[in-house]
């Protein structure tokens, strides 16, 4: 019986893990988010009610259960007060619940200032980020220029580090991006602000998760992004600024390898993508229109339209074996319905060579044309499905396909934004 799980986005992000890992929670004792920043955007809906979260792992809404922010997290404090406040307002109780890693760098002022004068200088070349500063807080974590969590316990010295940083991002806002240089003053101001609320939530995360584990209690660890969007195995330099793969677990929290039981990756029955970058299967047609007027494709943290596209088994089949991933979840099948065709890239055509892996740049990956499948779509409804019988049999015979090619298990199938709306064909906290 598996008592680790890691959850993976298996794509470019937006899979719908918030609501898996959600989902899942209702077995687990805690919930470890291990990488990423508030950049990320989780979508939950229970009873008819929608919460988004960026940086609150996404089992907040199960009473009793622990969630965990690791040192693999840039935070951004203010963000995270903010949040919890709006939980609180909401009912949920976040006493003794919600803990920080002391080792967490923090987002500071300065950060986002850096992240919108270099997208703003960019102009058409910009990369697409959020603009909330994750990019140079990984910078500054790599640099060692970081103020952590931990730091908040002695602001004289947070003051003396700051002496010794500014100047150079000061230079950097000033002589190259045209901006205005930050002040000492406001950036001692925003720990000060934080620095109360933060700190009760600090505790020694590696510890936790040892004592946890050692209890025999079952842990889930949720990342944030997908899989594509790794800053080392992703569409370089169409990525985000940390390593999005189920590996990072256990640098971002504090566990060993051996610790992770099992890999679930989530993905869209077709694609999506937010931002700049290359996307082999996107469409621009009918069909493409379909997919992001039913899945109500834009983002949950920016609101950005996403660009949709047909299941990309290519780079599925490279993610599945980055992360060994153990099972794949299915998510917005139902979004799928009503289409006559539905299309599975099968492998890629570049300078009129095939392809059956993703090419090593992301230049070169902009170039590639896809090679499809054509396979009959459906329309019935999936919406309702309760089990993989209920589902159309063109439906059933698509998600085969999937497993087929993928090489990995369908496990669940979600059918709709719902918690309770999923398909379970094996629960990975009952696999060995």
């Not at 990320?40 to 609150?56: E, P, S």
């Not at 950005?304 to 599925?316: Q, T, Y």
């Amino acid at each position: 019986m598996a008592k680790s799980l890691v959850v993976i986005g298996a794509q470019w992000g937006d899979e719908g893990k918030g609501k898996i890992v959600d989902f899942l929670t209702a077995r687990a004792d805690a919930v470890v988010r291990f990488q990423g920043g508030h950049n990320a955007g989780h979508t939950l809906v229970t009873g008819g009610k929608t919460t988004v979260l960026h940086l609150i792992p996404s089992g907040i809404l199960h009473p009793g259960v622990r969630c965990i922010i690791g040192n693999g997290v840039v935070l951004a404090a203010d963000a995270l007060i903010k949040e919890m406040d709006s939980l609180t307002a909401e009912g949920v109780d976040l006493e003794g619940r919600l803990l920080v890693s002391d080792a967490c760098p923090l987002i500071m002022p300065y950060h986002v200032k850096l992240d919108q004068a270099r997208e703003a200088a960019a102009g058409k070349s910009a990369i697409g980020t959020t603009g909330r500063g994750i990019g140079p807080a990984y910078e500054d974590k790599t640099g060692r220029r970081s103020i952590r969590v931990g730091d908040l316990r002695d602001l004289a010295w947070c003051r003396q580090k700051l002496e010794s940083v500014l100047p150079g991002h000061n230079v950097v806002l000033q002589q190259h991006l045209g901006a205005e240089p930050v002040d000492i003053e406001e950036s001692m101001q925003f720990l000060d602000s934080v620095a109360e609320r933060i700190l009760p939530l600090v505790v020694d995360v590696p510890e936790q998760i040892n004592q946890s584990l050692s209890s025999g209690q079952r842990l889930l660890f949720e990342g944030a992004q997908g899989a594509l969007l790794d800053v080392d195995h992703g569409t370089y330099p169409f990525v985000t600024s940390s390593n999005t793969l189920a590996g990072a677990a256990c640098a971002g929290s504090g566990c060993g390898p051996t610790a992770i039981d099992y890999v679930l990756g989530i993905a869209k029955a077709y694609t999506t993508r937010v931002g700049a970058g290359p996307f082999p299967t996107e469409l621009f047609d009918s069909d493409g229109d379909h997919l992001g007027r039913r899945g109500n494709e834009f983002g949950a943290t920016t609101g950005r339209k996403r660009r949709c596209g047909w299941f990309d088994a290519v780079s599925m089949r490279r993610v599945a074996y980055l992360n060994s991933m153990t099972g794949l979840c299915l998510t917005k099948i139902d979004v799928m319905d009503g289409l006559d065709t539905v299309k599975i890239c099968m492998a890629y055509e570049l300078d009129g060579k095939r392809l059956d892996s993703t090419p090593a740049t992301a230049a070169e990956l902009e170039r590639c044309k896809p090679v499809y499948e054509e396979m009959p779509g459906w329309q019935e409804s999936t919406a309702d499905a309760a089990t993989f019988a209920d589902l159309p049999a063109n439906a059933q015979a698509y998600i085969k396909r999937l497993e087929d090619i993928v090489k990995v298990p369908v496990d669940i199938i979600s059918t709709g934004p719902e918690r309770e709306k999923n398909i379970i064909i094996n629960n990975p906290f009952d696999q060995s």
